[in-house]
């Protein structure tokens, strides 16, 4: 019989602890939802931090010439946009630029290696002029949220941004301010949870 009970004392106690987990769990969902960011640490900031980074902004330029470098000085040798990014028929990007960094000569490279479209320029604009414009399927290609996510989070050439090489003296470039892992998980929860640009 003691040994009964005790079984039975066993049972409500695994029973009420467990309640109280699953009471904690949902407690910390909803907290979760609710939760207020200081500056810096929201996933906006985290994901503009990235995006108004030179290793970006090099390649989204106002005007038709690349920028290059930490100091994001005019593309040498004469290279222009060209009709479709790709630069001038018998002069194009990959001229020099290849699938990978080349760093013997310091020309960096990833698959697509291509200059942003004009409508597609961030230089010169503020982090909620650049997220505004990236949203809307009129100036960021047709785009969907979700492909906008999986643009930011997985294209060869965003992802660059973290291997980004070494220069024509062999410094290694900068990479973005925010680590890689950091920065998918923050477009994520953004996207997810609505994509809402702040006013500033
Ligand atoms: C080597 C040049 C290059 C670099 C570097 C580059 N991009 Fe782009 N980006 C492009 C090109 C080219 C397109 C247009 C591709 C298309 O529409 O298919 C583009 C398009 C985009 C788009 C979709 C259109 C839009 O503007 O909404 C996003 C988002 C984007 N890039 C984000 C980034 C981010 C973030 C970085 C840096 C971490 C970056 N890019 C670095 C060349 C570049
Ligand atoms: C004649 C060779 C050549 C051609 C053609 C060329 N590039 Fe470059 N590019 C380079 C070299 C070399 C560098 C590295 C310079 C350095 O960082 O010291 C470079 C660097 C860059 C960078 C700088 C990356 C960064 O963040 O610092 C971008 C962006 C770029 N090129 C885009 C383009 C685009 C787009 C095209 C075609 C429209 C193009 N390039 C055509 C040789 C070339």
Request: proline share 6%; net charge negative.
């Amino acid at each position: 019989m003691k040994k009964k009970a005790i079984k039975y004392f066993l049972i409500a106690t695994l029973l009420t602890s467990s309640v109280l987990v699953f009471a904690n769990l949902t407690e910390s969902g909803t907290q979760e939802n609710t939760t207020e960011y200081k500056v810096g640490e929201a996933p906006f900031d985290k994901m503009m931090e990235v995006l108004t980074h030179k290793r970006c902004v090099n390649c989204h330029p106002s005007g038709n010439v690349p920028r290059q470098g930490e100091d994001s000085h005019l593309h040498n040798f004469d290279v222009v946009r060209g009709e479709d990014g790709h630069g001038l028929a018998g002069y194009t990007c990959n001229t020099c630029h290849t699938d990978e960094n080349n760093d013997y000569s310091g020309v960096p490279g990833a698959p697509h290696w291509a200059l942003a479209p004009e409508i597609m320029a961030w230089e010169g604009k503020t982090r909620v002029e650049i997220a505004q414009q990236m949203m809307d399927p009129k100036r960021n290609g047709g785009r969907s949220a979700h492909d906008i996510m999986e643009h930011l989070t997985e294209h060869e050439l965003v992802l660059w941004a973290w291997e980004p090489g070494v220069d024509a003296e062999g410094n290694p470039r900068e990479k973005p301010p925010v680590p890689k892992d950091e920065y998918i998980q923050a477009v994520k929860e953004w996207i997810e949870a609505g994509a809402v640009i702040p006013e500033e």
